[in-house]
Antibody, heavy 122, light 110 residues
């Protein structure tokens, strides 16, 4: 059973960089057909896709966040990470890591972490 | 960017009744649509993909239909554990310019 677990600071100051790591167990980030993703959800609101990374390092980001987002992967640790720079209160959200499974025409988020709340405040 | 619009925002339904949720795409996404269920304090769970295929372990009371720009999620007989928020998500095009979700429909007890 694949499991994902987010970790990182729960409080970040405005203008600083938010950094989160997702540790994958029960599966390998180096497996084909999987893209490792970050999705966020502001309190009481809907889901926003941030971006994903393939084990090779290839990335794709939401255009609305692209200038501030970096996603990286560490295959030796079976982890992938998110950095979001110049944060403001609008970046306060629960951040989820998720596995984006792709086979033929099927592309779905099939496994999710439990989510971690990151608050941007001084 | 493809915009996904869900309606209604809130649906009040009695246990045992049928619930019908709608999702509309701003342009055709063919059948490249998934539905997710999210309960309070939990991560979303995949219900349906390919507009109509149930994910592993999803009960038969959940069904999806539609293609192009109009999609429906139907819960045939609501159980207590089905009261939650439901999101649609399109995954048209590869690689995508953006993966987008609808705003969600909250199914609450009437």
């Amino acid at each position: 059973q694949v499991q994902l677990q987010e970790s990182g600071p729960g409080l970040v100051k405005p203008s600083e960089t938010l950094s989160l790591t997702c540790t994958v167990s029960g599966g390998s980030v180096s497996s084909g057909s999987y893209y490792w993703s970050w999705i966020r959800q502001p309190p009481g609101k809907g889901l926003e896709w941030i971006g994903y990374i393939y084990y090779s390092g290839s990335t794709n980001y939401n255009p609305s966040l692209k200038s501030r987002v970096t996603i990286s992967v560490d295959t030796s640790k079976n982890q992938f990470s998110l950095k979001l720079s110049s944060v403001t209160a609008a970046d306060t959200a629960v951040y989820y890591c998720a596995r984006y499974f792709i086979v033929a025409t099927i592309k779905v988020f099939d496994y999710w972490g439990q989510g971690t709340l990151v608050t941007v405040s001084s | 960017e493809i915009v996904m619009t869900q309606s209604p925002a809130t649906l009040s339904v009695s246990p045992g009744e049928r619930a019908t949720l709608s999702c509309r795409a701003s342009q055709s996404v063919s059948s490249n649509l998934a539905w997710y269920q999210q309960k309070p304090g939990q991560a979303p769970r995949l219900l349906i993909y390919g507009a109509s295929t149930r994910a592993t372990g999803i009960p038969a009371r959940f069904s999806g239909s539609g293609s192009g720009t109009e999609f429906t999620l139907t819960i045939s007989s609501l159980q207590s554990e089905d009261f939650a928020v439901y999101y649609c998500q399109q995954y048209n095009n590869w690689p995508p310019k953006a993966l987008t979700f609808g705003g969600g429909t909250k199914v609450e007890i009437k």
